[in-house]
T-cell receptor, first 110, second 115 residues
Framework: DQQVKQNSPSLSVQEGRISILNCDYT??????FLWYKKYPAEGPTFLISISSIKDKNEDGRFTVFLNKSAKHLSLHIVPSQPGDSAVYFC?????????FGQGTELSVKP | GAGVSQSPRYKVAKRGQDVALRCDPI?????LFWYQQALGQGPEFLTY????????KSGLPSDRFFAERPEGSVSTLKIQRTQQEDSAVYLC?????????????FGQGTRLTVV
């Protein structure tokens, strides 16, 4: 039972354009959502988070949107840069655990 | 060290062999987590320590998996009688926070291959 789903395994975007990564969840008990970025042969690094009581959080080029009624969150990267190419995981927190999605591989082409 | 350190980086084990994976968290970090990441999947929770206390081990897939953190710093994940389905990257994460893993720092992982 996949509680956090990232339905797009990959995404390709032109440099300077917007990247939109999507994530759906099923458990309404999740109280915090996070995005992690992972380069090959490295561990995931924290990118941005949002509390379930908010609908938007912005940090520089990165914005996360939360739509609780649709149980959907998205990460927007504007403008996209080649260095953003990585695997992005969304994660949801319940009690002490993080539940991760399967990841979306973003490729930003110059 | 500056970050979470895991060793070994790579481990090849013959089926049936026991393995031990080590995690050195960031100094002073209270909480420590182990995750298992299969190929093409997201990390899956295995277990959580607060200092030396193992507060949640609900994600350990079988009784062949055992984790400890006896002095509240270094942790070891042990897998007995390894099987092919144990092949994965094992990630360790630590955080200063007591519980919430909002900004946990992950190590580079140990890639275990069981042949």
């Amino acid at each position: 039972d996949q509680q956090v789903k990232q339905n797009s395994p990959s995404l390709s975007v032109q440099e300077g354009r917007i990247s939109i990564l999507n994530c759906d969840y099923t458990n309404s008990m999740f109280d915090y959502f996070l995005w992690y970025k992972k380069y090959p042969a490295e561990g995931p690094t924290f990118l941005i988070s949002i509390s379930s009581i908010k609908d938007k959080n912005e940090d520089g080029r990165f914005t996360v949107f939360l739509n609780k009624s649709a149980k959907h969150l998205s990460l927007h990267i504007v403008p996209s840069q080649p260095g953003d190419s990585a695997v992005y995981f969304c994660a949801a927190k319940v009690t002490l655990k993080l539940i991760f999605g399967q990841g979306t591989e973003l490729s930003v082409k110059p | 060290g500056a970050g979470v350190s895991q060793s070994p980086r790579y481990k090849v084990a013959k089926r049936g062999q026991d393995v031990a994976l080590r995690c050195d968290p960031i100094s002073g970090h209270v909480s420590l987590f182990w995750y298992q990441q299969a190929l093409g999947q997201g990390p899956e929770f295995l277990t959580y320590f607060q200092n030396e206390a193992q507060l949640d081990k609900s994600g350990l897939p079988s009784d062949r998996f055992f984790a400890e953190r006896p002095e509240g710093s270094v942790s070891t994940l042990k897998i007995q009688r390894t099987q092919q389905e144990d092949s994965a990257v094992y990630l360790c994460a630590s955080t200063t926070f007591r519980g919430p893993i909002t900004e946990a720092f992950f190590g580079q992982g140990t890639r275990l291959t069981v042949v």
